[in-house]
């Protein structure tokens, strides 16, 4: 695919990769043992232009495009998914709906701090009874004296436990109209008092992400702090998500192609019956599907991302692209670990990783069975 790209573009995904390989895969192992946030990695990837990479140059962001964006959470899923989560998260769920929502006061007194990889910014939608239904949303906030005062909680939260987490934007039930709810976004900052986020552990996957459950114990926000309009907060939580499926998607692709390089590069040099497994039919079948699936998946994704930077509706293209690039995920995870056979088991080895780290794929940002109804609206 990258003999069709410009320049510009290989050019990015070499610089990407070269950090991945340096600074992230050789902490990788450890810190998914530990059940580890690294801080000290995190402003690494800001040191590196990871955050803010769609935000405009005079905000403290990279200015670049969406596609390039997409490359830099694709190299670095190729070598972790943790860490690629924590720039997701944060670019697509975090900077974006204040850049596209936000006041100008409100663009200048976050995003520039939220370019720099010393502050996160978390996404609150999903709750107990609250994900694939979006409205399901229990978290309350009632305006008072100029002020909201929220009451809630929200679970599953990406980039809200560590020290550097800095606040989220929050859909809250502002009021009722015809017995509907009315939800409204609300940027709530991390030291407002009865703000309670604990980090999630014992997780099969991301062990080294920040995931957090958050409690909202009479939180008082100003009532300035509202993103967009009143009402508003449904419309801007799926539309972010448009966005944020891309990124889900480049996760995906970039754990299929890092999972796919290790089983490559492991049938060449494992020997069994006087010769690689890489010279077996069984094995060099499974490499050619794995290496077409991969294909498809980045002419999809790209694609998606075209459209999307030229202004182009993207939608249906975001969800068959989470869709895709999620199950291939899965498939191939799968067949790399076959492929080490006993080996792919361990714990040392990264493919293990991979193959825990592409369940959420599935699940986060839309399940499979949820994008599926999506696709099928827009065809119908």
Known sequence: MDELLDKKYVDYRMKVRQFAESEIKPV???????????????????????????????????????????????????????????????????????????????????IPSLCTGEKLWAFGLTEKNAGSDAKGVETTAELENGEWVINGSKMFITNAASDIAWGITNLAITGNNDNKKELTAILTPRDTPGYISVPMKDKLMWRSADNAIMTFENCRVPEENILGERGQGFKIMLSTLDGGRLSIAAMGLG??????????????????????????????????????????????????????????????????????????????????????????????????????????????????????????????
């Open 28 to 110: 990788a192992v450890e810190l998914d043992r530990k059940e580890e946030f690294s801080v000290e990695l995190t402003k690494k990837m800001g040191d590196a232009g990871l955050f803010g990479i769609t935000m405009p140059t005079e905000l403290g962001g990279q200015g670049l495009d969406y596609l390039s964006y997409i490359i830099a959470i694709e190299e670095v899923a190729r070598v972790d998914s943790s860490p690629a989560a924590t720039i997701a998260a944060h670019n697509s769920l975090g900077l974006t709906p204040i850049y596209t929502y936000g006041t100008e006061e409100q663009k200048k007194n976050w």
């Open 255 to 380: 754990l299929a192609q890092g999972a796919y390089e290790m089983a490559l590069e492991y049938s060449k040099k494992r020997k069994q019956f006087g010769k690689s497994l890489s010279e077996f039919q069984g094995i060099y079948f499974k490499l050619a599907e794995m290496a077409t699936k991969i294909e498809l998946a980045r002419n999809t994704l790209y694609n998606a991302c075209r459209m999307k930077d030229a202004g182009l509706p993207f939608g249906k293209q975001a969800a068959m692209s989470k869709l895709y690039c999620s199950q291939i995920a899965k498939e191939v995870a799968d067949e790399a670990v076959q492929i080490f056979g006993g080996y792919g088991l361990l714990r040392e080895n990264h493919v293990e990783r991979f193959y825990r780290d592409q369940r959420l794929l599935q699940i986060g940002e839309g399940t499979s069975e949820i994008l599926k109804m999506v696709i099928s609206r827009y065809e119908l």
